[in-house]
């Protein structure tokens, strides 16, 4: 059975850092390429970044990018994303999904999140 | 950026009701859409991608259609399972942009 389960989430406060985990099992991780994706209160999905099978391919939301990294380690079946620079606007559940192949571009299975709180 | 515009933000219907949910992109993405359903406090679940291209175990009364600009998300009888939120996602391009979601709630 795949599996993806984040973890790092936590209240942080503007200007802080955070470090988000995603654990994968039940398939090859390393076959996968892998996506960050949040969703702030009440309202909709919003992709954050993508990572190749590899990670030598990396795209990010202009919304985050120059403050986020996104990395993985197929050693160890984890994709992390290391947040920098918070805002309040970075609030949001934290997904990690992954592509079912060949660059499809959508999810076919995602986590169940975790929560981010940028706030003084 | 592509932009996703879906219609309308709330449905409301029945039991054994057809509901349609539209999704327009800003410019051609081919069939580059899906669809996923979520529940409160839950992740997205994929149901259909490819524009029509229904995901294993996703039940056949979901139907997706469309190509282009235009996309049309069709539940042929509402099921009590299926009241939950809609979200429609372009991948023509990296980045993915999502639609902002239509709320699906028993009238």
Known sequence: EVQLVESGGGLVQPGGSLRLSCGASGFTFGRYEMNWARQAPGKGLEW???IS???TIIYYADSVRGRFTISRDNAKNSLYLQMNSLRAEDTAVY???RDPGGNSGFADYWGQGTPVTVSS | DIQMTQSPSTLSASVGDRVTITCRASQSISNRLAWYQQK???APNLLIYQASTLESGV???FTGTGSGT???LTISSLQPDD????HCQQYNSYSWTFGQGTKVEIK
């Open chain 2, 59 to 61: 039940p056949s009364r």
């Open chain 1, 53 to 55: 099978s590899s990670g």
């Open chain 2, 83 to 86: 009241f939950a939120t809609y």
């Open chain 1, 48 to 50: 954050v970044s993508y």
């Open chain 2, 70 to 72: 235009e996309f049309t």
């Open chain 1, 95 to 97: 997904y990690c999904a």
């Open chain 2, 40 to 42: 409160p406090g839950k």
